[in-house]
């Protein structure tokens, strides 16, 4: 029998393991993918670290898989071995529950999480959910394509519904592994872009990612700075301190919005200007399969590209320590073969 290699772990807080496993056939409703490169995302220590209940294990994470199909399930219509697609967060709907039939798929009540729920993109094959794939443009590179279907499409689809129109300050809070798609994506979709971080030092990395203007928040007032553009229609927040979110809520524009993408625990909110601006502070869950798939024709056109740091597949600890560390610029990528 054909086997293949997979990173797994053998339970919460457990080393990675690379073990030899049979190469699975797809079920009903499924695709086997070859995998061609997985990023590593810090929503893989769910799985690592065991942080969500009832996950099983051993478990194999990754959910920013970039790869070809190989191999049809029955009852797949629509999609053929050859074709390079991708596979995220989003691990598939069912496609009949209420949410779903309401056009709410990232909601539904069966879906699934890839590399958290079933094995995901650590691994030299997976299969998937023919619901959970995204058809990738031949152009793109797989360990191009990889942080797309996470990173960017969390910027990306939070950014296009964001109800902000061509020519409207768009702010980006941060300028790391969300931040720096957020920026290209907000600049190729001519908006009036902004980058907000910490120090004059990441100055010409925003402006090379596409900001017009660059907010030093170490020193400047970043809500004072955007009340001097006249207010950001949307400020996209992707940072993980609550503190530094709860400092721009006061640039956003009357009807504007506080987009949250980054997780702190909390934040300071003031609910007077909110009330007495109708703004709005508003969470963004990333996507689904047909999300991603306008994320990369989207990066493939117009050049929005992720800055990795790539590792080949047997390097799997290192490379999530590099990616825990936080010294990562900007996204760490697992290649394979
Ligand atoms: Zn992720
Ligand atoms: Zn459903």
Redesign the pocket.
Known sequence: MATMRVAQVSRPKAPFQIVERPIPEPGPGTVRIKVLAC?V????SITKEGLFPGIQYPRVPG??VAGVIDAIGPGVAGWQPGQHVGV??NGGYCGYCDHCRRGEFFACIRGQTTGVTYDGGYAEYMIAPASAVALMPADLQAAEAGPL???GI?TFNALRNSGARPGDVVAVLGLGGLGHLGVQFAAKMGFHTVGIARGKDKEPLARKLGAAVYIDSQAQDPSAELLKLGGAKVVLATVTSGEAMSAVQGGVAPNGTLLIVGAPDSMQVSLIPLIMGSRSIKGWY?GTSIDSQDTLAFSARTGVRPMNETYPFERVSEAYDRMMSGKARFRVVLTMG
Request: net charge negative; with cysteine.
């Open positions: 990023g995302c810090h929503s893989d959910h920013e995220g967060w279907m996470c990173a969390t990333s």
